[in-house]
């Protein structure tokens, strides 16, 4: 493998590789094509479109669209004229957005028609001075003070690439914790490089005649290699979808477009085989598929592989490392396992002391590889908690069998991951308690039978509240009326009191060993 250039500029890296492929279809959205030539002539004119705004070099802007064609064209137009763009979570609220937008002072914000309304709350929230707001995929009619990003595309002027390092900053991703905010993770232009080398090339084996469909969106690290870094670094051809993933709408793009390689987190392909509409063999063009987010269940795979005659390749990544780093591989998949370190990243598990554990002993995860985040922005202390000089500290838990396959064993705090993405058991906590039936509460994640972990609250009502009523359904309307929908708990248990420690901290393993009993 060739070394990354110490000048990189990934955003011109990809359209100089891709030059020779210009009428080839780089992307399609729920309603628009883009070749390669046009990506790279939108490319360079959104750098101009940056600068007519005032942006400039190193300030950020927020990311915050549905999967369309203009979403690469942002990411990568602001890379080509060294701007930042944030990429941030499409399902969260003004609140959120809010925070990001002071956390990190973002000039201007990218969005879509139907996210208009929440991004102007969180602007009026914030005390961050918004510059402007673009509306992209031919919002129209727009409220006074907004920008259509078609016209402002008209009106702007082809940049050329600015001369990057390949450590310079290229953009963030935001990562959520058990307490407190989300961290901004600082990632530079040759990580992107990294991932696509380590992981899109050699592991999935991308190639220039494959068609990729990523049901997780560009905004997520996993999205972001699946639809954008990899397909792009071998000039592969990827359908982008707006809608939510539901199984039918995944149906859909797998018999249109037949894509030969899918990407999607373990819930989906669980509810893709529940369903009666699953399409037949012969209807799809799939190759290989891959899953990260949350651990495989064996059954899950075997069935997958049953019915459509190809693997899904399990692993896991991290948005401080990118993208995966340990991951089941062709010709190698043991379901019910994360698989093998992806050659060019090195992983320890490592006892309570930092020592190496033997095979067979659950240990932390540390990774090393190229691809890690700079740091996170303005968090000094998490920085240094997670980032330890070539070594990074993921917060999972594994264990190794002595043939060297990785099992998931849990996360080391108490954070849940459902569906992929991160839920704070504090955050949803604090919801409920607000709630005028609710004293207390607990959040844990429980595994369902089918081996996929669904949000449980325990919840002791105020004096005079009963569990009946339709309470459950309440608190469970509250929590999607008040945080991003896909936090709210699935089930809800109303109990006397709490398992606590003597200092009255709530004990949540305790409630998750009650659960396994
Ligand atoms: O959740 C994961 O396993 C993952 C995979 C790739 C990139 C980012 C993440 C969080």
């Not at 082809?158 to 390949?166: L, R």
């Not at 390749?313 to 190698?332: K, P, R, V, Y």
Request: glycine fraction near 8%; include cysteine; charged fraction near 20%.
């Amino acid at each position: 493998m060739q070394a990354c250039p110490a000048e990189l500029n990934y955003a011109r890296y990809l359209t100089e590789l891709n030059q020779p492929r210009a009428d080839k279809t780089a992307y399609i959205d729920d309603n628009r094509r883009m070749t390669y030539g046009e990506l790279a002539t939108r490319v360079s004119t959104f750098a101009g479109l940056l600068k007519n705004l005032g942006i400039r070099r190193e300030e950020r802007i927020l990311l915050v669209m549905h999967d369309t064609i203009d979403w690469p064209v942002v990411f990568l137009g602001a890379l080509h004229g060294g701007v930042v763009p944030v990429a941030v979570n499409t399902l969260l609220t003004a609140e959120d957005y809010a925070y990001m937008l002071e956390h990190s002072r973002a000039q201007a914000i990218f969005t879509s028609p139907a996210l208009l309304d929440t991004v102007q709350q969180a602007v009026s929230q914030s005390s961050n001075e918004v510059r402007h707001i673009v509306v992209a995929e031919g919002g129209n009619t727009l409220p006074a003070g907004i920008d259509s990003f078609e016209s402002l595309m008209d009106r702007a002027p082809q940049e050329s690439a600015v001369n990057t390092k390949a450590d310079e900053i290229a953009f963030w991703l935001y990562s959520s914790g058990s307490t407190g905010q989300p961290k901004g993770v600082v990632h530079c232009h040759a990580n992107l490089w990294h991932t696509a080398e380590l992981y899109g090339k050699p592991v999935l084996g991308l190639k220039e005649d494959d068609v990729v469909f990523s049901a997780a969106k560009l905004f997520f690290a996993y999205g972001l290699g699946n639809g954008l870094t990899f397909p792009l670094s071998v000039g592969a051809t990827v359908v982008l979808m707006g809608e939510r993933p539901t199984p039918d709408a995944v149906f859909k793009r797998l018999t249109q477009h037949k894509p030969t390689v899918f990407y999607g987190v373990p819930t989906l392909y669980a509810s893709m085989l529940a369903s009666p509409n699953l399409p037949a063999r012969t209807d799809v063009k799939l190759r290989v598929c891959a899953s990260a987010g949350e651990a495989l269940p064996k059954d899950l795979g075997d069935r997958f592989t049953r019915h459509f005659g190809c693997y899904i390749l399990d692993g896991i990544g991290s948005t401080e490392m990118l993208h995966i780093f340990i991951s089941n591989q062709a010709g190698d998949v043991r379901y019910g396992t994360t698989g093998k370190p992806v050659p060019g990243y090195e992983i320890e598990l490592r006892d309570d002391h930092g020592k190496p554990v033997p095979a067979g002993s659950i240990g932390d995860l540390y990774i090393k590889g190229p691809s890690a985040a700079i740091m996170y922005w303005n968090n000094r202390a998490k920085t240094r908690e997670t980032m330890l000089g070539d070594w990074l500290k993921s917060g999972d838990k594994y264990v190794c069998d002595a043939e060297g396959y990785y099992t998931y064993a849990g996360r080391s705090d108490d954070m849940i991951k459902v569906s992929g993405q991160y839920v704070s058991p504090v955050e949803v906590e604090n919801v409920l308690i607000e709630h005028e039936s609710v004293l207390e509460a607990a959040v844990i994640g429980v595994t369902d039978d089918q081996g996929l972990v669904k949000t449980t609250a325990y919840v002791v009502l105020r004096e005079g509240k009963t569990a009946d009523g339709g309470i459950e359904t309440e608190l469970q309307a509250y929590v999607k009326s008040q945080l991003a929908p896909f936090k709210y708990p699935r089930t809800i248990h109303f109990v006397n009191e709490l398992p606590k420690t003597a200092t009255g901290k709530i004990q949540r393993f305790r409630l998750r060993q009650r659960q396994e009993q």
